[in-house]
DNA sequence: GTCCGGATTACCT
DNA sequence: GGTAATCCGGACT
């Protein structure tokens, strides 16, 4: 076996990601995000793409906010919204068509006390990355996040193996108005107390 | 240059 | 369950 050659799981991740992300969004489920002492099993997702999805940030073209979107599947496509939040995307689709998944929410694993330094208004385990604003607060994720690779295991921000879900819960997206009737919401049907929502609607 | 609304959160009733 | 906070990106006058 090559020293160079990647991890099996993040070509794996990557070439399902490349080929749709509608398909991979769902693998992402039970996937580790890690940062330093940091780490979380992700709970829920959302898929976006290009051409088909108005709620895309892509649907009108490339633009400088959106531009990571159109890069190499597994980049973070990190964006800032409603004044006060950040949000991590899974880049997916080849470069040049724009796609990604949204991370919702997930379960804190390791590092609670940092997270927990971070996200002070959180009263419960179960408030801290039950959000994509939250999530992001409690990792520290920001611009400067925005382009890195989350599976070439080089970046202090990563996408690890986990334990996939057994059961999976689709509904429509949050905070969606066009392209509602896309049941691109994907929950881990055991993990609702970590999900930004209780039950999907 | 100005205006509108947002892939949200947290607090109030 | 309803809504204020907060400010940037994109569309348009």
């Not at 992001?136 to 690779?149: E, V, Y």
Request: proline share 9%.
């Amino acid at each position: 076996m090559s020293p160079t050659a990647a991890p099996p799981f993040a070509e794996a991740l990557r070439a399902a990601l490349e080929a749709d992300v509608v398909e991979a969004a769902p693998l992402l489920l039970g996937c580790i995000l890690s940062r330093g002492e940091r780490s979380a099993r992700i709970v829920e997702v959302e898929a976006y793409r290009t051409p088909d999805d108005p709620a895309c940030h892509a649907h009108r073209g490339q633009t400088r906010r959106n531009a990571t979107m159109f890069g190499r599947p597994g980049l973070a496509y990190v964006y800032f919204t409603y004044g006060n939040h950040w949000m991590l995307n899974v880049v997916a689709h080849p470069p040049g068509v724009a796609a990604a998944v949204l991370v919702r929410a997930a379960e804190p694993l390791t590092g609670l006390e940092e997270m927990r330094s971070l996200r002070p208004r959180a009263r419960r385990d179960e408030d801290l990355l039950s959000g994509p604003g939250k999530l992001t607060a409690a990792f520290g994720i920001d611009r400067a996040d925005d382009g890195c690779d989350l599976l070439g295991g080089r970046g202090p921000l990563r996408l690890e193996p986990g334990v996939p879900p057994a059961r999976i819960v689709t509904g429509s997206r949050i905070g969606v108005t066009d392209g509602r009737e896309h049941l691109w919401r994907f929950i881990d049907a055991d993990a609702l107390p970590w999900a930004s929502r209780p039950l999907p609607r």
